[in-house]
C-alpha cells in the first residue's frame, strides 16, 4: 500500500516519543499501531472521516456529501481486524471466522499462523534493480514464488466458491450473490487505482486483495485491513477490479460452514511443510523462475546476499551499487520497509509466526513432532530482528561499507541457522509423511 512521503520523519519523532527503534518505529507506523488506546480510536475516526470524503470527492463534486459510517449494529457480522502479521492469512482468517470456519481440533477459528503456514509459510529472496535515477531492494521472507493465496484456499479444506470474468456486469451479478447470501466476498484489485491511495506511490501493477463486507447507501463497504472499513462506489470497485487484467474480476467467498477435517489438515500441512522446506533448501525447482534467478532465493539467496554485502569493488557489490548517496538512503529506506510489511515480509522475518503455525499444527493427528521445531524458528525470529535493526536508511555514504559487513555478518549467521532449521523440519516432515 502507499506509504506517507514523510514516513522517515514520523519514525524519528515517534522514536523521540516511545523509546522504540527505528524499525518498530516505522513498522508501527506502518501498520498503524497507536501509541495509546485513545490515540486509536481518534485516529481511526479521523482517518475514516478523511479518507472517505476523499474517496467519495474524487470526480464526484456534483454528488452530495458521503453518508457517515453506519453505527456498529447496522453493519454486517465481521470481524474486525486485530494483530495483522500478515496481511493475506489474517483476510481469510476473518472472511472465515464470518462464515463460521473453525479448526476440526480445537473449534476455534482457523488462525492466521495455521493459514499462512498452510499458504506456504516462510521463504527468502532478495532482487537488486538499478534504474535511471534510484536502485532499489527488494526483500521478501514470505513464502515465494509459489501462489501464496491459491495455496490458502486449497489446502484450508474449507468450501470457496471462485469465479473470474471479462464482463464487468458479471462480476457485479457473482458478487451480489455472495452478499446476498450475507457472505464477505474477496476481490483483487490494482492498487493505484483505489480512491485512497497515491496512485504515484504505488507500481501499476502491484495488486491487493480486499474483502468487501457489504453495502451502504449506494456504496460498498471494504476491509483492506487499516482496521477501518472504507467506502467506495460500485464503479470506483469495478475500475480497481478491471484493472488487473490478469484474473480479471477475480472473487471469492465461502458459501459453506463446513469446516475441514482434522485429518485433511494434517495432510495440507504436511505438504506445505514439505513445499517450505525444500524451498528453502533448494531441492526442488522454483515455478516459474530462469535458473539463473534461483541464486537469488532460500538459503542460497541468503549467502548471495552475504556476499554481496561484502564486496567492496565489483558492480554487484552493495558498496558500489548503493554509492550515491539518494540511491543508499531510497534502497535502505525500501529494505526496512520489506522488514517490516505485512505483505511480503514482518517482524522476524515471519519466522516466529512460522513457529506458531508449526505449534498449532503439532495438535493436529499425528503432527505432534512439529512441536519441537518451534524453538528454532524462535530464535530465528530474534536473529532476524537484530538484522533489521542494522539497516539504518539515514546512514552516511562514507559508513555503508561497514554497515553492509555488519549486515553480511547477521545473515551468515541466520543463513546457517535456517539450514539447521528448514533440515531438521523436512527430516520430522518425511517421517510423519511415511507414517500417515
Same mark, same amino acid.
Given at each position: 500500500m502507499g506509504q506517507p512521503a514523510n514516513l522517515k520523519k514520523q519514525a524519528r519523532e515517534r522514536m523521540a516519543r516511545t523509546g522504540e527503534s527505528y524499525t518498530t518505529a516505522r513498522k508501527n507506523i506502518l501498520t498503524g499501531k497507536p501509541e495509546s488506546p485513545k490515540a486509536a480510536r481518534a485516529a481511526a475516526a479521523r482517518d475514516y472521516a478523511k479518507e472517505a470524503r476523499e474517496a467519495k470527492a474524487r470526480g464526484k463534486a456534483a454528488k452530495p456529501a458521503p453518508a457517515p459510517l453506519p453505527a456498529a449494529e447496522e453493519l454486517p457480522e465481521y470481524p474486525a481486524p486485530e494483530d495483522v502479521i500478515q496481511y493475506d492469512a489474517a483476510l481469510w482468517h476473518r472472511v472465515f471466522v464470518q462464515a463460521g470456519i473453525t479448526n476440526p481440533v480445537t473449534k476455534a477459528p482457523l488462525s492466521q499462523a495455521l493459514l499462512a503456514g498452510l499458504a506456504g509459510g516462510i521463504g527468502f529472496m532478495i532482487f537488486t534493480f538499478e534504474y535511471e535515477e534510484t536502485t532499489t531492494a527488494t526483500l521478501v521472507t514470505r513464502a515465494h514464488p509459489e501462489p501464496y493465496t491459491q495455496n490458502l484456499l486449497e489446502r484450508s479444506g474449507a468450501t470457496i466458491n471462485e469465479r473470474t470474468t471479462g464482463s464487468a456486469a458479471k462480476a457485479v451479478e457473482y458478487m451480489d450473490a455472495a452478499l446476498d447470501a450475507g457472505r464477505a466476498v474477496v476481490v483483487r484489485v490494482a492498487i493505484n487505482a483505489l480512491p485512497w491511495i497515491d496512485g504515484k506511490e504505488v507500481d501499476e501493477a502491484e495488486t491487493i486483495d480486499l474483502v468487501v463486507v457489504g453495502e451502504h447507501e449506494d456504496d460498498l463497504l471494504v476491509d483492506d485491513g487499516s482496521g477501518v472499513l472504507n467506502v467506495i462506489s460500485p464503479e470506483d470497485l469495478a475500475f480497481a477490479r478491471a484493472k488487473r487484467k490478469k484474473e480479471k474480476h477475480w472473487q471469492a467467498w465461502v458459501p459453506s460452514t463446513r469446516s475441514p477435517k482434522a485429518e485433511l489438515l494434517a495432510a *495440507?500441512?504436511?505438504?506445505?511443510?514439505?513445499?517450505?522446506?525444500? #524451498? +528453502?533448501?533448494?531441492?526442488?525447482? +522454483?515455478?516459474?523462475?530462469? /535458473?539463473?534467478?534461483?541464486? *537469488?532465493?532460500?538459503?542460497?539467496?541468503? #549467502?548471495?546476499?552475504? %556476499?554481496?554485502?561484502? @564486496?567492496?569493488?565489483?558492480?554487484?557489490g552493495w558498496? #558500489?551499487?548503493?554509492?550515491?548517496?539518494?540511491?543508499?538512503?531510497? !534502497?535502505? *529506506?525500501?529494505?526496512?520497509?520489506? +522488514?517490516? @510489511?505485512? #505483505?511480503? !515480509? !514482518?517482524?522476524?522475518?515471519?519466522? !516466529?509466526?512460522?513457529? @506458531?503455525?508449526? /505449534?498449532?499444527?503439532?495438535?493436529?493427528?499425528? +503432527?505432534s513432532a512439529l512441536g519441537e521445531h518451534s524453538a528454532d524458528y524462535l530464535q530465528l %525470529?530474534? @536473529?532476524?530482528d537484530e538484522f533489521a535493526e542494522l539497516v539504518d536508511p539515514d546512514v552516511a555514504v562514507e559508513e555503508r561499507s561497514n554497515m553492509f559487513a555488519r549486515m553480511a555478518d547477521a545473515i551468515e549467521k541466520i543463513a546457517d541457522a535456517e539450514e539447521r532449521a528448514a533440515t531438521a523440519l523436512a527430516a520430522t516432515a518425511k517421517s510423519l509423511t511415511s507414517k500417515a
Open positions: *495440507n500441512a504436511l505438504v506445505a511443510i514439505e513445499e517450505t522446506t525444500s #524451498r +528453502l533448501l533448494s531441492t526442488r525447482e +522454483l515455478s516459474g523462475i530462469p /535458473d539463473h534467478f534461483a541464486k *537469488n532465493f532460500g538459503i542460497t539467496g541468503m #549467502r548471495t546476499f552475504a %556476499a554481496r554485502l561484502r @564486496d567492496t569493488t565489483t558492480k554487484t558498496t #558500489r551499487m548503493f554509492a550515491d548517496p539518494q540511491r543508499l538512503a531510497g !534502497g535502505m *529506506n525500501q529494505l526496512a520497509s520489506f +522488514l517490516t @510489511d505485512t #505483505r511480503f !515480509g !514482518g517482524e522476524g522475518a515471519l519466522r !516466529g509466526f512460522y513457529a @506458531d503455525f508449526l /505449534d498449532e499444527a503439532a495438535g493436529l493427528p499425528g +503432527l %525470529a530474534r @536473529d532476524w
